[in-house]
């Protein structure tokens, strides 16, 4: 089956600054990777995705790039805010009838 | 257009008791899938449904665990004679299938706790 691995576990910025997550996946056949948000006490919300056919895909400050070759793909968050603290999860599909396999989970924490 | 929907938010049992979670899925969604997340840990994958269809259940446990996703009404968990282990937030979450299984929408969580 899938095999997602994210990293760092926690992640700490400077308001303004640049965040990067990383993960990496173990099967080459997975063609959809999309990134979760989790705030505390609240269930993931899907706050961007990317499938195997393009390379990068951005939205506002948020950006997402794949590199299938090398198996991992990164979320990028520019011009951080306050309000981006939060867990945020990658997955790729695996775990179950095309359901997704989760990351461990990046604690993002933005200092002000 | 209401979201996905999890009832109760918070659920205390006693170890022995049984715990009943509740999962209405988005309109539309025919797909429900619930997953189970421990403390500083990812979301790990229990169980996959449709209408009145399990479909994979590899991720969850033989003994104490069924779920269903009936006809009518909610896709229900249910854990028979908890114990402290099974303390944990539960996620359900739906797609609307046909070829975009993979995006799942989730609720808010059942947080279960066992005393």
């Known amino acids: 089956g899938e095999n997602v691995e994210q990293h760092p576990s926690t992640l700490s910025v400077q308001e303004g600054d640049s965040a990067v997550i990383k993960c990496t996946y173990s099967d080459s056949a997975s063609n959809y990777f999309p990134w979760y948000k989790q705030e505390l006490g609240k269930g993931p919300q899907l706050i961007i995705d990317?499938?195997?056919?393009?390379g990068e895909k951005k939205d506002q400050r948020i950006a997402v790039t794949l590199n299938k070759t090398a198996k991992h793909f990164s979320l990028h968050i520019t011009e951080t805010q306050p309000e981006d603290s939060a867990v945020y999860f990658c997955a790729a599909p695996g775990g179950g009838a095309d359901g997704l396999t989760f990351g461990k989970g990046t604690h993002l924490i933005i200092q002000p | 257009n209401a979201g996905v929907m999890q009832n109760p938010r918070h659920l205390v049992r006693r170890r022995g008791q049984e715990a009943r979670l509740r999962c209405s899925p988005m309109?539309?969604?025919?797909?429900v899938y619930w997953y189970r997340q421990l403390p500083e840990e990812g979301l790990k994958f229990m169980v996959y449904l449709q209408k009145e269809n399990i479909i994979d259940e590899s991720g969850m446990p033989k003994e104490r665990f069924s779920a269903e996703f009936p006809k009518e009404g909610p896709s229900i968990l249910r854990i028979q004679q908890v114990v402290r282990g099974d303390s944990a937030a539960y996620f359900c979450a739906s797609s609307p299938g046909e070829g975009l299984r993979e995006k799942l929408f989730f609720g808010s969580g059942t947080q279960l706790s066992v005393l």
């Open positions: 309109k539309g969604h025919s797909h």
């Open positions: 990317i499938r195997s056919n393009v």
